[in-house]
């Protein structure tokens, strides 16, 4: 015999459970990566407002420095270099004058100058180049003292350029003045 299969169902059966368990599991990832977005998003917020404010503060510091920089080249830029030059010049020149070394100039006159002349005043000048100009005014006791006291000095390592100045006579011997430059062992001209 066949068995009876009575249908009273108005629709056919159809089993949702595997459909309802992927959408509760979809539905629970999703909250999963909602909740994870929230989180990533908060956390994005405040390690920005950090950054942000890092930022800030730099550009802060960039605008304190351009400011300064301003003001820098404006201090240099009113700066009157020709009277700056000047008085360094002058200032060096008065130091090197208070380094120069009397004491080796006057040993290598000695060594320079003729038996028979004497040296009676020395006048130095300092010149940029590191050179001494000396005026010399000296007694010989004869006629020739002058050209043997300027060919030792042009004979000189340490002198140069001697140059002669006024000449007399007289009862007590002959005096000269005399021009020439004088390199210290150690020239401490002007700087430029």
Not at 19 to 40: G, Q
Not at 61 to 82: F, P
Not at 169 to 175: A, E, P, Q, T
């Amino acid at each position: 015999m066949k068995p009876i299969h009575l249908n009273l169902a108005a629709r056919p059966y159809r089993d949702y459970r595997p459909l309802y368990a992927v959408v509760v599991a979809a539905s629970l990832l999703i909250a999963f990566l909602m909740l994870n977005n929230v989180d990533t998003y908060y956390r994005y917020v405040r390690e920005t407002r950090t950054t942000r404010q890092e930022i800030e503060t730099l550009e802060r510091q960039i605008r304190a420095e351009r400011a300064k920089s301003e003001v820098a080249v404006t201090q240099i830029a009113s700066i009157d270099l020709e009277t700056l030059s000047h008085q360094t010049r002058f200032i060096n020149s008065r130091l090197a004058e208070r380094a120069f070394s009397w004491s080796e100039l006057l040993e290598r006159l000695e060594t320079v100058l003729p038996r028979d002349v004497r040296l009676i005043s020395i006048a130095p000048s300092f010149s940029d180049n590191g050179t001494v100009r000396l005026s010399l005014m000296c007694e010989a006791r004869t006629p020739d003292g002058m050209v043997m006291t300027i060919d030792r000095f042009n004979s000189s390592s340490h002198f140069a350029k001697a140059f002669p100045g006024t000449d007399s006579s007289s009862d007590s011997g002959h005096r000269f003045n005399l021009t020439v430059d004088y390199r210290p062992s150690i020239p401490r001209g002007v700087s430029r």
